[in-house]
T-cell receptor
Framework: AQKITQTQPGMFVQEKEAVTLDCTYDTSDQSYGLFWYKQPSSGEMIFLIY??????QNATEGRYSLNFQKARKSANLVISASQLGDSAMYFCAMREFSGGYQKVTFGTGTKLQVIP | DVKVTQSSRYLVKRTGEKVFLECVQDMDHENMFWYRQDPGLGLRLIYF???????EKGDIPEGYSVSREKKERFSLILESASTNQTSMYLC????????????FGPGTRLTVL
């Protein structure tokens, strides 16, 4: 089974609207972490937001929020008030303990395009 | 400002050549990682290192080796480059504990002809 599943290869959103990028994960660990990264066309991966498995509140960082639903094993990224600069690839990732080490697994990504 | 640098943004090599990809971080991070990124496959872990002279295989280590002689530098080596190693290579580093968010370099787009 895939550790991280991002089912939306591509999405469009109108400027100033909100958008949700989906992410589901699979782990048997009780302690794990979830990340979202942004990759603009320049190629550099940028860390956006983090949610720990024991965090009771959803994480927020400015216009980014993580909708964490533990029972459903989902960690969707919500971007409010989209801007043209939000056009990029977005990757969901999970940190878990595997083979004696903390390992991070990435999803396949969602390409977001913001339309003026 | 934290920084991870990679030796080249673009690299073109011939089949059979030995290829070195260098990564340097200035954040005094213990952990360093090498990923390759291919369309539709996301990022896949090649090798990682949690300390100097320490290395561990990731999910796709075949055809690659690594070297970590100094804390700030982590090198990826393609012993005999092949066309199926044409890809984007990303280096990252992180602290050894806490959230473990990774800081990435700009990537090296390698083409093997």
């Amino acid at each position: 089974a895939q550790k991280i599943t991002q089912t939306q290869p591509g999405m469009f959103v109108q400027e100033k609207e909100a958008v949700t990028l989906d992410c589901t994960y699979d782990t048997s660990d009780q302690s794990y972490g979830l990340f979202w990264y942004k990759q603009p066309s320049s190629g550099e991966m940028i860390f956006l937001i983090y949610q720990g498995s024991y965090d009771e509140q959803n994480a927020t960082e400015g216009r980014y929020s993580l909708n964490f639903q533990k029972a459903r094993k989902s960690a969707n990224l919500v971007i409010s008030a989209s801007q043209l600069g939000d056009s990029a690839m977005y990757f969901c990732a999970m940190r878990e303990f595997s083979g004696g080490y903390q390992k991070v697994t990435f999803g396949t990504g969602t390409k977001l395009q913001v339309i003026p | 400002d934290v920084k991870v640098t990679q030796s080249s943004r673009y690299l073109v090599k011939r089949t059979g050549e030995k290829v070195f990809l260098e990564c340097v971080q200035d954040m005094d991070h213990e952990n360093m990682f090498w990923y390759r990124q291919d369309p539709g496959l996301g990022l896949r872990l090649i090798y990682f290192s949690y300390d100097v002279k320490m290395k561990e295989k990731g999910d796709i280590p075949e055809g690659y080796s690594v070297s970590r002689e100094k804390k700030e530098r982590f090198s990826l080596i393609l012993e005999s480059a092949s066309t199926n190693q044409t890809s984007m290579y990303l280096c990252a580093s992180s602290l050894p504990s806490g959230r473990l968010e990774q800081f990435f370099g700009p990537g090296t787009r390698l083409t093997v002809l």
